[in-house]
């Protein structure tokens, strides 16, 4: 994903509180410690109808199935989004999917943390903004288009509606660098020796 530039793209409406880790990505979908094929469980228990725990056929009615937002790039939803289990599956599936914004009202700490760590922008906003995004999206093919400029904090709506987002400049710092955190270290392989030179001196025993 590229931030030097902005991001205008298909957002999907979910607007749904208290979605936690298990329905992003229930643990019987969580059959590889691959990052990759994991898009076909992502909220598997809405994407799918079942018979005797199998598989029988797409809901055509879940919001992600439906043309107008298959490809979607950006996931608005409610409160709380991501809470319960810390499973990092769940980002993984989010991405896999193509999934690389998430704006909600609320997120769950952990999976936020588990987002900054996987490149995926969470972008909190208030309820009454949440919820206007989601009302326009909801209408469809035109009305689900959104800008995201990263560099200037800014949303863009389809009826051109300016939304300022605040983000942490770290992340921030490592999204428009494309980094990820091992990046970011390496970014810092000077520093990091120096202090490795200095504090072998103080602390040689350490280094045995």
């Known amino acids: ?11 999907a409406p979910l607007m749904i509180d208290n979605i936690d880790t298990d329905q992003i990505i229930p643990s019987r979908e969580m059959k590889t410690i691959s990052k990759k094929g994991l898009k076909s469980g992502l909220f598997a228990n809405w994407q799918y109808f079942y ?6 056929g797409l809901n055509n009615d879940f919001i992600l199935n439906k043309n107008e937002f298959r490809h979607t790039e950006i996931l608005i939803s409610g409160k709380n989004f991501g809470c319960g289990s810390s499973r990092e599956h769940a980002v993984w599936a989010l991405r896999d999917f193509g999934i690389n914004v998430v704006i909600a009202k609320s997120f769950g700490r952990i999976f936020k943390n588990n987002c900054t760590r996987n490149q995926l922008l969470t972008i909190e906003l208030s309820d009454e903004k949440i919820d206007y995004i989601g009302g326009l ?5 035109g009305y689900n288009l959104i800008t995201i ?8 709506t ?33 520093e ?4 490795i030179k200095k504090d072998k001196v103080k602390r040689h025993w350490a280094y045995l």
């Not at 018979?51 to 029988?56: A, F």
């Not at 999206?137 to 093919?141: D, T, Y």
């Not at 389809?158 to 490592?174: R, T, W």
Request: hydrophobic fraction near 40%; aromatic fraction near 8%.
């Open 158 to 190: 389809y009826d051109n509606k300016k939304i300022k987002f605040e983000v942490d400049p770290y992340l921030m710092g490592m999204l428009l660098k494309n980094q990820d955190f091992i990046d970011r270290s390496i970014s810092h392989e000077i």
């Open 1 to 11: 994903m590229n931030w030097a530039e902005p991001l205008n793209t298909i957002a």
């Open 51 to 56: 018979s005797e725990g199998k598989k029988i």
């Open 137 to 141: 999206v909801i209408k469809g093919r």
């Open 192 to 195: 990091i020796n120096d202090f």
């Open 149 to 156: 400029d990263l560099k200037e904090q800014m949303i863009t």
